[in-house]
T-cell receptor
Framework: DAKTTQPPSMDCAEGRAANLPCNHS???????VYWYRQIHSQGPQYIIH???NNETNEMASLIITEDRKSSTLILPHATLRDTAVYYC????????????FGAGTRLTVKP | ETGVTQTPRHLVMGMTNKKSLKCEQH?????MYWYKQSAKKPLELMFV???????ENNSVPSRFSPECPNSSHLFLHLHTLQPEDSALYLC???????????????FGPGTRLTVL
């Protein structure tokens, strides 16, 4: 059962902000939102995660709506090297559970 | 460089061969994972080991046999594979198998497997 919904693809101009949406309308109170990305033919790379507050690190910002039913990953100044498939994953805190990857969003950053 | 290494990076094998994939992590993690990524498909979780004990087997055919001799090493033994098993096999590790902050997974570069 799909816990998250993402658009299959997006384009972004180099230097502009990339905003990647994710719907997780059935998220429960103890589930975190994780973002990973996978550059072509490499292993996935952790980007950021959050519960209900907005989060920021050196790679990206994560904005979670107040009702927690959706979130947006923001890459503030996209570069060509940010071209990748971005995965939004919902994961329960503290349980013996594992990440399930969906199809993700293929982001193409164009010059 | 994620601290997770996989060997070999590329492997071509016949359907009657026996081969093994190796994964090693230098992060002091206690959980390790095998994933399969076929062309144009999402990553599929195959096996999970937590503190060297197998805790998950997602209906993987018996021609794939995992082994975790210690918390730093993970193997995937392959025998009598089919051409449809050709895929990128990814290993990952995490501090332990839990949700929340402790489940950030670090992935290796993968082994590109081709079965002829």
């Amino acid at each position: 059962d799909a816990k998250t919904t993402q658009p299959p693809s997006m384009d972004c101009a180099e230097g502009r902000a990339a905003n990647l949406p994710c719907n997780h309308s059935t998220i429960s109170g103890n589930e975190y939102v994780y973002w990973y990305r996978q550059i072509h033919s490499q292993g996935p790379q952790y980007i950021i995660h959050g519960l209900k507050n907005n989060e920021t690190n050196e790679m990206a910002s994560l904005i979670i709506t107040e009702d927690r039913k959706s979130s947006t990953l923001i890459l503030p100044h996209a570069t060509l090297r940010d071209t990748a498939v971005y995965y939004c994953i919902v994961l329960q805190w503290g349980g013996n559970n594992d990440m399930r990857f969906g199809a993700g969003t293929r982001l193409t950053v164009k010059p | 460089e994620t601290g997770v290494t996989q060997t070999p990076r590329h492997l071509v094998m016949g359907m009657t061969n026996k081969k093994s994939l190796k994964c090693e992590q230098h992060l002091g993690h206690n959980a390790m994972y095998w994933y399969k990524q076929s062309a144009k498909k999402p990553l599929e979780l195959m096996f999970v080991y937590n503190f060297k004990e197998q805790t998950e087997n997602n209906s993987v055919p018996s021609r794939f046999s995992p082994e975790c001799p210690n918390s730093s090493h993970l193997f995937l033994h392959l025998h009598t594979l089919q051409p449809e098993d050709s895929a990128l096999y990814l290993c990952a590790s995490s501090p332990r198998r839990t949700g929340g902050s402790y489940n950030e997974q670090f992935f290796g570069p993968g082994t590109r497997l081709t079965v002829l």
